[in-house]
C-alpha cells in the first residue's frame, strides 16, 4: 500500500510570528503508535531509521475554534510507518493561544488502514470523516463511508461517535466510548 502524505506549502514571510501550520508542522508531542514516545517533528516529520521507523504529519489539517474556553486548535492526522508500510493513523490536537508556543493537548489512534477524507470542528467536537474496507475492497478502494466524533476531556482525545450514513452494518468494534 502506497501511503502518499500531502505536504503542503506554506508562504513564509521576513520574520514575525509563525503560521499555525508551520507551528503544527514543529510540534512536539508523544505519538501513540510508538507507546507514548517523545518525538520532535521538524517540518512535519521525524525517522528512527536504525529502527526502520518515520512518522509523517500529513497536510491535511484544521485550525480554528473548537469551543470558547480554548485558543486556537490545529487537528490534523500522523502516519507511522515501519519498515516503509503504514502501520497507524493516529488523529493530533494541539492548542495556540495567543503569544504563546503551539502545545499538543492529545493524540488517539484511529487505526488503519483507511483513508482520511476530510475533517470539520462541530459544536464543539473534532469531525473525522474516514473510507474504511470491506471484505471486498481492494487494497486501493475501500467503500465504506465512516464520521468519528472526538471531544477534549481533560487532555485526552475521546471518541464519542462512529456514524456509517450508508449502512447500519458496521461500527468498528470498540471504537465507542462514553464521556467520563
Known amino acids: 500500500m502506497i501511503i502518499g502524505a500531502v505536504a503542503l506549502v506554506f508562504g513564509g514571510c521576513g520574520g514575525g510570528e509563525t503560521s499555525a501550520a508551520e507551528a503544527f508542522r514543529n510540534l512536539d508531542l508523544t505519538v501513540a ?8 517533528l521538524r517540518d512535519g516529520r521525524v525517522g528512527f531509521p536504525d529502527e526502520g521507523i518515520e512518522v509523517v504529519l500529513d497536510g491535511l489539517h484544521l485550525t480554528g475554534s473548537l469551543d470558547s474556553e480554548r485558543g486556537e486548535v490545529t487537528a490534523g492526522f500522523l502516519y507511522t510507518n515501519r519498515e516503509g508500510a503504514l502501520s497507524e493513523i493516529e488523529l493530533v490536537v494541539a492548542l495556540r493561544r495567543e503569544g504563546e508556543e503551539m502545545q499538543h493537548l492529545g493524540s488517539r489512534l ?17 469531525v473525522v470523516y474516514l473510507l474504511d474496507y470491506s471484505l471486498d475492497d481492494p487494497p486501493c478502494c475501500p467503500t465504506i463511508s465512516l464520521q468519528r466524533r472526538f471531544h477534549l476531556v481533560d487532555g485526552e482525545v475521546r471518541e464519542v461517535e462512529v456514524v456509517d450514513p450508508d449502512s447500519e452494518e458496521r461500527v468498528p468494534e470498540g471504537a465507542i466510548e462514553t464521556p467520563a
Open 33 to 40: 503508535a510508538l507507546d507514548g514516545r517523545a518525538v520532535a
Open 110 to 126: 484511529l487505526g488503519g488502514p483507511f483513508r482520511v477524507e476530510g475533517i470539520r470542528y462541530e459544536a464543539g467536537e473534532i
